[in-house]
């Protein structure tokens, strides 16, 4: 399928180390995914579902232990412990390499190798990066069809260049003590070995699209961040388009499909991305984003007809489904997918279930992955090499206390500092206790493929070099009364804070200023139509001195361990806890 010498030089070796008993190479053929199909479904990779509910649909069951990204397991390979800062884990490359050398060795044998070029980003434009991930799974080949442009489209565009990022990835045993997740910025290569699981297996996404990227962004003045980008039209046509970032299963894929409430009459919304964004200074001095990806990989769980109407829709018809309940009629079902659950079913570990058993029927981070094309919003402009002008970045995070619904940053500098500082309570998303609150700054912290603090510097100069950067803002939707319930409807009704969003843009709303930056006034947010009385309303947009004082504390705790903090950042620190002291 290719000349290009390096790739060739580099597959001879793997095949060489890894002995694999046959090699496949995807060339995105319609004939070829069919074959792929076939061959998961007699491994039991996949198993079919009811094929006339859910054309084209089937159902991948993961290893019971192999649920979610690892981040203890993930590291960086940069020369330096200080290279990848406090809050990646470091892994020596040459060591690195050494113990990949003994764990791939043979570890194909008897098996299929598969050689899967992909392009992240738009064929043909300059943006777009070319990578090969070489694998043993059929469920990430089949996987890598939907969430990346896969096969002679990469190695055409490739042609004989050296430009290629090098993805080698093994199931392995699942042995979770030799789980390594790897990531070679400086060579652009990523090893995975013993998981099968989303963002561990499928290269392009996380490891590529994230890490791998941000550490070339940081030297090509560009970003790379885990953000969903959608485009917001007003009655006028008038579209502006938002970036935001919130931590995994946080929200992002939700208000990428956002639809308006119907207060909101003539406004129209368009998805460009729900999970990253590659954004770069565009001639005209704004900064512009595409999402590198093709397909989406979305939180099943919450995801109804009446939370996201859009993604249902979407993944009505050629989607595999990882982890949910299969149901007596061979379909899908998840927690929050229906008021009612269905009486019977087979839970995602393949076991028998009822709604009195009292497991959940889909493991919390079960998933789908689906074309992103299907999307019944999918933006006109999906596919503009050029991607879409930013007019606002959204930072966000899940706090049950103490955050407001919304508020502004009061400059660039602020607004670095507003997505350094994030916090957000720990989900299902990755191993680990669910619920616990931690720093996730600009929902990068396990994304990040350098010292986070040169990060922020890469953030601040970021200000310098655009000229007119978006405004930055951030949201809470997921405050909680005294007795566990959330206070914000939110979902569709997120769209009211989007609406003020986009007034401040064209500094047409009011706001006021206090302590964590601009916020608006309970008049200015329309919330006709939620239910909400105003008491909770104002609740939702109150601030607590005692809670904002922890968060300055926790400031101080968190960025203490990072050696190569900007001085503006710290000067942000302080000034924030002088603002709220003075309150
Ligand atoms: P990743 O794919 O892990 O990056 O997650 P994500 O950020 O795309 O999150 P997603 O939109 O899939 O939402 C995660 C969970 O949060 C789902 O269970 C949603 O139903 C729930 N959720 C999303 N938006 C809201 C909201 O506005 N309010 C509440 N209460 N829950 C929400
Ligand atoms: C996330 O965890 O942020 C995801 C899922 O989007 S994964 O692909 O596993 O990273
Ligand atoms: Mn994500």
């Not at 290719?2 to 060739?8: Q, S, Y």
């Not at 180390?17 to 069919?34: A, N």
């Not at 009446?306 to 149901?327: A, G, R």
């Not at 904002?548 to 950042?569: C, H, N, V």
Request: proline letters at 6%; glycine letters at 8%.
């Amino acid at each position: 399928m290719t000349n290009n010498k390096e790739v060739l030089k580099w597959i001879n070796e793997i095949t060489e180390l890894t002995k694999p008993s046959e090699i496949i190479w995807i060339d995105g053929s319609e004939e070829q995914k069919k074959e792929i199909y076939r061959k998961a479904l007699e491994s039991g990779d996949l198993m079919e579902l009811n094929q006339e509910k859910l054309p084209g649909c089937y159902l991948h069951r993961s290893n019971p232990k192999d649920t979610a990204r690892v981040e203890d397991r993930t590291f960086i390979c940069l020369p330096t412990k200080e290279d990848v800062g406090p809050t990646n884990n470091w892994f020596e490359p040459e060591e690195a390499k050494s113990r990949m050398n003994k764990l791939f060795n043979g570890v194909y044998s008897g098996r299929t190798m598969y050689i899967i070029p992909f392009i992240m980003g738009h064929p043909n434009s300059e943006f777009g990066k070319i990578g090969f991930e070489i694998t043993d799974s059929l469920y990430v080949v089949a996987s890598m069809m939907i969430m990346t442009r896969v096969g002679k489209v990469a190695t055409d565009m490739l042609k004989d260049s050296i430009d290629f990022v090098k993805g080698l990835h093994s199931v392995g045993t699942l042995d979770e003590k030799e789980k390594y997740i790897l990531h070679f910025p400086e060579e652009k290569s990523i090893i995975s070995v013993n998981s099968g699981y989303g963002g561990n297996a499928l290269l392009g996404k996380k490891c590529l699209s994230l890490r791998i990227a941000s550490y070339l962004a940081q030297k090509e003045n560009w970003l790379a961040e885990h953000m969903l980008i959608l485009g917001i039209q007003a009655p006028n046509g008038d579209t502006k388009y938002v970036a935001a970032a919130f931590p995994s299963a946080c929200g992002k894929t939700n208000l990428a499909m956002i639809n308006p409430p119907k207060e909101f009459e003539g406004y129209k919304t368009f998805t460009i991305g729900d999970d990253i964004a590659w954004l770069r200074i565009g001639e005209d001095g704004r900064l512009w984003a595409v999402n590198p990806e093709a397909g989406f990989f979305g939180v099943a769980p919450g995801t109804s007809h009446k939370s996201n109407y859009n993604m249902m829709e979407t993944i009505s018809k050629n989607t595999i489904y990882t982890n949910v309940l299969q149901t007596e009629d061979n379909t899908v079902w998840w927690e929050g997918m229906t008021d009612t659950p269905p009486e019977k079913g087979t839970d995602w570990k393949g076991q028998p279930w009822t709604p009195e058993s009292g497991e959940k029927g889909a493991h919390p981070n079960s998933r789908f992955t689906a074309p992103a094309k299907q999307c019944p919003c999918v933006s006109p402009e999906f596919d503009n090499p050029n991607g879409v002008p930013i007019s606002a970045i959204i930072f966000g995070g899940r706090r049950s206390k103490g955050v407001p619904l919304v508020y502004e940053a009061m400059n660039w500098e602020h607004g670095v500092f507003t997505g350094a500082s994030l916090c957000s309570e720990t989900t299902a998303a990755a191993e680990g206790n669910m619920g616990r609150l931690r720093h996730d700054p600009m929902a990068m912290l396990p994304f990040c493929g350098y010292n986070m603090g040169d990060y922020f510097a890469h953030w601040l100069k970021m200000g310098d070099l655009v000229e007119n950067p978006p405004k930055i803002f951030h949201v809470n939707w997921f405050g909680k009364d005294d007795d566990g319930n959330f206070l914000w409807p939110g979902f569709s009704d997120n769209f009211r804070i989007l609406d003020w969003i986009m007034k401040r843009c064209e500094n047409k709303a009011e706001y006021t200023e206090t302590a964590l930056g601009y916020m608006p006034y309970a008049k200015d947010i329309n919330i006709e139509g939620t239910g909400l009385d105003e008491e909770t309303f104002d609740k939702c947009l109150a601030l607590d001195k005692e809670a904002l004082l922890q968060s300055a504390d926790s400031y101080d705790e968190f960025f203490k361990d990072f050696d190569r903090l900007p001085q503006k950042i710290k000067e942000q620190i302080s000034n924030y806890r002088k603002r709220v002291e003075n309150m």
